[in-house]
């Protein structure tokens, strides 16, 4: 079992609607956990990170936590063209120094 | 979010030639960097990972007297391709972290093109 889990995709919505993006994860020890937006061609972008169950809202992205069930989720609402890219999700265990733990990456395609 | 800078973007190297990225965080200090490699349409493969002022710990697979790596500062982290080969073309990306927990920064990337 991969110690990071995204379904790869890709995922296509229309403009306007909502993205869902998943991620499981199989260490129960995890701490943090993040979301990175990644364009073609470029390096991976932060845009959310989450630390306790629940759910954590910036603009149009809302990061939900349920570490009970050791799962993140990433919502999308009003989906952009812009928003085209693949989203990486990356978990931390037990909030040490070492490397982020990244998935394999969704591919969202926000169709006009 | 913090800036982390990474140079050059693009380089062309002939086969056999040495070939330098830098990474840098430009407003905080980075204890711990991270050096990847990407190829196109896989998902980022991590290469090693880096400690300001002792020797970078390499994943398996990963030749460590073909990338070396020197982290000789809190702010200044450099990966050298040694005797670059095609093969060796790529889009190599560093990140950065502040301190234990906390999210990590990615530089620009740099692509790399072996001929």
């Known amino acids: 079992q991969k110690e990071v889990e995204q379904n790869s995709g890709p995922l296509s919505v229309p403009e306007g609607a909502i993205a869902s993006l998943n991620c499981t994860y199989s260490d129960r020890g995890s701490q943090s956990f993040f979301w990175y937006r990644q364009y073609s061609g470029k390096s991976p972008e932060l845009i959310m990170s989450i630390y306790s169950n629940g759910d954590k809202e910036d603009g149009r992205f809302t990061a939900q936590l349920n570490k009970a069930s050791q799962y993140v989720s990433l919502l999308i609402r009003d989906s952009q063209p812009s928003d085209s890219a693949t989203y990486l999700c990356?978990?931390?265990?037990?909030?040490?120094?070492?490397?982020?733990?990244f998935g394999s990456g969704t591919q969202l395609t926000v169709l006009p | 979010g913090a800036v982390v800078s990474q140079h050059p973007s693009r380089v062309i190297c002939k086969s056999g030639t040495s070939v330098k990225i830098e990474c840098r965080s430009l407003d905080f200090q980075a204890t711990t960097m991270f050096w990847y490699r990407q190829f196109p349409k896989q998902s980022l493969m991590l290469m090693a990972t880096?400690?300001?002022?002792?020797?970078?710990?390499?994943e398996q697979g990963v030749e460590k007297d073909k990338f070396l790596i020197n982290h000789a500062s809190l702010t200044l982290s450099t990966l050298t391709v040694t005797s670059a080969h095609p093969e060796d073309s790529s889009f190599y990306i560093c990140?950065?972290?502040?301190?234990?927990?906390?999210?990590?920064?990615f530089g620009q990337g740099t692509r790399l093109t072996v001929v």
């Open positions: 990356a978990v931390n265990v037990d909030g040490s120094a070492r490397q982020l733990t």
């Open positions: 880096s400690n300001e002022g002792s020797k970078a710990t390499y």
């Open positions: 990140s950065a972290r502040q301190g234990q927990g906390t999210e990590a920064f």
